[in-house]
């Protein structure tokens, strides 16, 4: 089945050691997002790929970093992992032409354990 | 600005109708959505409305969009167990880069009991 799917489902890293979470799929869409959603909070974008353009939004701190090596997959870099990081990821997927919307498919999400 | 708010937590017993409210300020947003969220799990979209509606119906779900009033709801006919979980709206915004921004509320935590 046609899916968003994340690796690892559980990340348990120590403070300050760079982490990195993984995105793939299989939709074809041209568009992938990563939020982050803390415990008991809603999801927050913190940025997406529109193709190979990368876009960040204003408040996500210079810690995370995301790279695109193809259409199908998508990563996460936490460069210094804080203890205000430990939440859940999540990856989305769009397909979106100019002028439209489209709808976003969610993986099951990493869940991040800080030490 | 983007804010969407929920109730935070309702309560139904098995087989009556949940309502779920959210209220949104971004009149401008022309998808709005409902995503059902199990614990430590991801989000699964249940439904959505285009913002030219003002009802969409899918099975036991339905979605009223009050756009004067910028006030959605998602009503669950015949609640069972299995609808017990956290349930987010959200509002979308097309991306001056392409793709749309969700803005989410704060979720509706929906307990069905027996």
């Known amino acids: 089945d046609a899916m968003v799917i994340q690796n690892p489902r559980y990340q348990v890293t120590q403070f300050g050691k760079p982490v990195t979470l993984s995105c793939s799929q299989t939709?074809?869409?041209?568009?992938m997002y990563w939020y982050q959603q803390k415990s008991s909070q809603a999801p927050k974008l913190l940025f997406h790929?529109?193709?190979?353009?990368?876009?960040n939004e204003a408040d996500t701190p210079d810690n995370f970093q995301s790279r695109r090596p193809n259409t199908s997959f998508c990563f996460l870099d936490i460069r210094s992992p804080g203890l205000g990081d430990a939440a859940m990821y999540l990856c989305?997927?769009?397909?979106?032409?100019?002028?439209?919307?489209?709808?976003?498919?969610f993986g099951p999400g990493t869940r991040l354990t800080v030490l | 600005g983007e804010d969407v708010e929920q109730s935070l937590f309702l309560s139904v017993r098995e087989g009556d109708s949940s309502v779920i409210n959210c209220t949104y300020t971004?009149?401008?947003?022309?998808?709005l959505y409902w995503y059902k969220q199990e614990p430590g799990a991801g989000l699964q979209l249940l439904t959505y409305?285009?913002?030219?509606?003002d009802m969409k119906q899918d099975q036991r779900l339905t979605v009223l969009l009050n756009k004067k009033d910028k006030h959605l709801s998602l009503r669950i006919a015949d609640t069972q167990t299995g609808d017990s979980a956290i349930y987010f709206c959200?509002?979308?915004?097309?991306?001056?880069?392409?793709?749309?921004?969700?803005?989410f509320g704060t979720g509706t935590q929906l307990k069905v009991e027996l």
């Open positions: 989305a997927t769009s397909t979106s032409t100019s002028g439209f919307t489209d709808t976003q498919y």
């Open positions: 939709l074809n869409h041209n568009v």
């Open positions: 790929y529109y193709d190979k353009d990368f876009n």
């Open positions: 971004d009149s401008s947003s022309t998808y």
């Open positions: 409305i285009f913002s030219n509606m």
């Open positions: 959200a509002e979308s915004h097309i991306l001056t880069g392409g793709g749309n921004k969700l803005t």
